[in-house]
Every structure is written in C-alpha cells, then in structure tokens.
C-alpha cells in the first residue's frame, strides 16, 4: 500500500508563507496526478490544488490560484504546496492523496491514498 508522509505544517502570522511537503513511499503506474486538500472542523475536505507526475501540469481551486503553487519532484517521489501571503481563513490541516485518474479536483472519487494530514495555523 502507498504510504504518504506530509510535513511542513506550522503556526505562522498573517502574510507569511509555508511550503507543504509530501514524500510517497513509491509511484505507481495508477497515479495519475497528486492532490492537496483542506479541511476545517465541521465542514467537507475542500480542493485547493493537484499536479500530475507525467509533465507536471497543475490545477488550482479558483479561491486559492493566487496563492498557492504546486509542485513536485519527480525523483524524490514528492510533491509540495507553497502557500503565500497567508490569511486567517487559511487555517486548516493540509492532506495530500494520490488521485488514480483525470479529473483530480474536487470528487473524492479519484483519490485513493492519504497523507496523515498537517496543519496550517494562521495567527498574529
């Protein structure tokens, strides 16, 4: 089974700037892309981002696009968030998930693996 470790997760002031990483123990042909999620207490997992490994091509939720970038490196089997000028309505644990098949956005359905989460305070 694919195991995903995330790190990265920190509290930081508003306007500050975090990098996620997730490290996949290996790639598989049935990976298609990889995508990052958050969430918040009571409310759904919500989409922010997704790269593919074959030609790194990204996907943004439309409320993020600005800030947030997604990348990967290919030979280190990991991917990364990096979340600019952060707001207070960033908080949130941060998942990374494998997604098997296009289109890697907001269904879950795709997504098959994930990581254990890392969380995202933004405080002053």
């Known amino acids: 089974q694919v195991q995903l470790v995330q790190s990265g997760g920190s509290v930081v002031q508003p306007g500050a700037s975090v990098r996620l990483s997730c490290v996949v123990s290996?790639?598989?042909?049935?990976?298609?892309?990889m995508g990052w999620f958050r969430q918040v207490p009571m409310k759904a997992r919500e989409f922010v981002a997704a790269i593919t490994w074959v030609g790194g091509g990204t996907y943004y939720s439309e409320s993020v696009k600005d800030r947030f970038t997604v990348s990967r490196d290919v030979a280190k089997n990991t991917v990364y968030l990096q979340i600019d000028m952060l707001k207070s309505e960033d908080t949130a644990v941060y998942y990374c998930?494998?997604?098997?098949?296009?289109?890697?956005?907001?269904?879950?359905?795709?997504?098959?693996?994930w990581g254990q989460g890392t969380e995202v305070t933004v405080s002053s």
């Open positions: 290996e790639r598989s042909f049935e990976t298609y892309a």
């Open positions: 998930a494998t997604c098997r098949h296009s289109p890697c956005g907001a269904s879950l359905a795709p997504y098959a693996d």
